[in-house]
């Protein structure tokens, strides 16, 4: 198959690509094992969530979990959560949105298509309007793959929130539309909300470095089968649901 560059002039050929793409799984399960030993995230849960997740994650309901956005260490810390949480039984079959310039550098483009990331043209760095068909087939291959057994995870704030760690910045609607495509495809999926804090931050400002995001918490909320039938709806309560699992994570840290 072949691999095009991730330019939004040539999306269609690009979404076309990761609307059939397959990660490697035993790669993925050796890195995400290697990222897991690196950074040492402590995962902690609402009650009864740890049960609930390995449930879901055994059976076919495709997942989407909401994670909240400090750092460009996430998708490494978040791996490595993932590896150390019932989410393991699913590496190899997360889709995982990533913005496009992460595709950019053949080596960084080949670990984060390694990792499942789909890529995203975002309104921020190409104007609105150049986005928005693009963004319209993003969410329809997303929804997809779901609907093919997928799990599908999203930073639904959109960028890293330097503005205060504790609480969980706007969330766009774009999370609603996937979930609610899903559902048209007769693959309603669950919600789960993973809170991530590195810490006090002498400054939100700042960024965390290297060093501050090793041994991260993390907290799993309950998971909500039953999303609203609005995409607007849905995406308030992706923000009511992650800043419950940021708040557990902070007070677990």
Not at 219 to 232: H, I, K
């Amino acid at each position: 198959m072949h691999t095009p560059e991730v330019l939004l002039d040539d999306s269609d050929a690009v979404y076309d690509y990761y609307l059939r793409h397959r990660q490697n799984r035993w790669k993925a399960l050796a890195s995400y094992a290697v990222l897991a030993r690196r950074f040492r995230p402590r995962i902690s849960y609402a009650e009864g969530a740890k049960a609930q997740v390995a449930a879901l994650v055994r059976g076919k309901r495709p997942i989407i979990y909401a994670i909240n956005h400090l750092s460009t260490s996430d998708p490494y810390t978040v791996a490595a959560a993932a590896w150390r949480s019932p989410l393991r039984a699913k590496i190899g079959r997360v889709r995982v949105l990533a913005k496009d310039e992460l595709f950019a550098d053949p080596e960084q483009r080949r670990k984060v298509d390694m990792m499942g990331g789909i890529p995203v043209f975002r309104g921020k760095d190409h104007g609105i309007r150049a986005v928005n068909a693009a963004g319209q087939r993003m969410m329809d291959v997303c929804a997809q793959r779901l609907a093919d057994g997928d799990h599908l995870a999203v930073f639904p704030e959109g960028t890293c929130n330097l503005v205060d760690h504790k609480t969980v910045q706007p969330v766009g609607s774009g999370i609603g539309h996937i979930a609610f495509r899903a559902a048209k495809l007769a693959a309603p999926p669950a919600l789960v909300a993973i809170g991530l804090s590195y810490g006090p931050r002498p400054a939100d400002a700042i960024e965390p470095g290297a060093d501050e995001v090793v041994s991260s918490s993390f907290y799993f909320r309950t998971p909500v089968l039953e999303l609203p039938a609005r995409p607007g709806d849905i995406a308030r309560l992706v923000k009511d649901e992650l800043q419950a699992a940021v708040d557990g994570a902070v007070a677990n840290y």
